[in-house]
């Protein structure tokens, strides 16, 4: 119990504000713009993402700027992740599954609810951009596998051998014991899951990662499973996920977030409804990590995790910041 405190029982109520007490970190989610009393804020547009990816945040607000979409916004600022060979959770350089395969799962949905999803994508280095690509040019929504990859070279998309040297000297030493521990706040740089708002103040999202390290070869995670990784709804806002997929999946957790929204919490409390309702249906084993992020209409953002060092970035006309996102457990 040392690490689990609880932190329900303090003393943060804010009157009239939640009607729950808030937990921590919460406090600051406040101040930083989440209070649930938006109707005179106007933050469009604006661009969030998972943990704290300067890089790719500020490639999609230089889309928006420039008049662009909040869908090329998403895709477009997810690529760069994707392309940091040193960021070993997303595209290439991600960590693989226990044979020593990486594989690719990444999804995208709009403001008209189009959305496309590839799971197990191998030797392709955009997924995200085969994803769209499912969602514009198919009839479908999800391709997996072997299937997704010929769909993507007849896209146009090229072969890339995905396990960087450094990816795959980490596997091999992980073989020596071949344990499956995921680790909590890995790098502090994850899957990363982005929401945008546009000028036009229509919503996207994107969602991508190389999955949990060391999976079984044939695992897919909560990453592209629309409603579970990613989900957006114009009408009320979007939401993305990180951490153990399982238990995202298990809660429809990202559709969970929206859906709250709708129900007229702030982004800040539906992503910590969601969370408490994953450690509901886990009580004591809470050595996993889960982080969402939301987005309402309005512009305003929350974040939420179980275990502190979740961060999320947020770029909009009031500037660049990376959020610590508030916990449920304390340091
Ligand atoms: C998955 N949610 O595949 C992703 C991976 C992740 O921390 O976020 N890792 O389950």
Redesign the pocket.
Known sequence: MNRRKFLEKSTLSTAGILSTPLIAGERQGLESGNSPNPSSIDLKPIVIA?WDVPNATEKAWSVLQNGGSALDAVEQGVRIEEADENNQ?VGKGGRPDRDGNVTL?ACIMDKDSNCGSVVYLQNIAHPISVARKVMEETPHVILAGKGAEQFAYSQGFEKEELLTEKSKQEWLQWKKTAQYR??I??ENH??I?MLAIDGNGDIAGA?T?????Y?IAG?????PIIGA?LFVDNEVGGAT??????E??RTVGSFLVVELMRQGKSPQEACRTAVQRIIEKNKDKLDF?I?FIAINRNGETGGFCIHPGFSYRVYSGKGHKNNPSSSYLAK
């Open positions: 998972t959770s799962d995921p680790v706040n890995i994850d899957t899951g969602c990662t190389s999955g949990m390290a999976k695992r897919v995670g909560d990453s990784g996920a990180t951490g153990v997929g399982e995202v999946i990590q982080g």
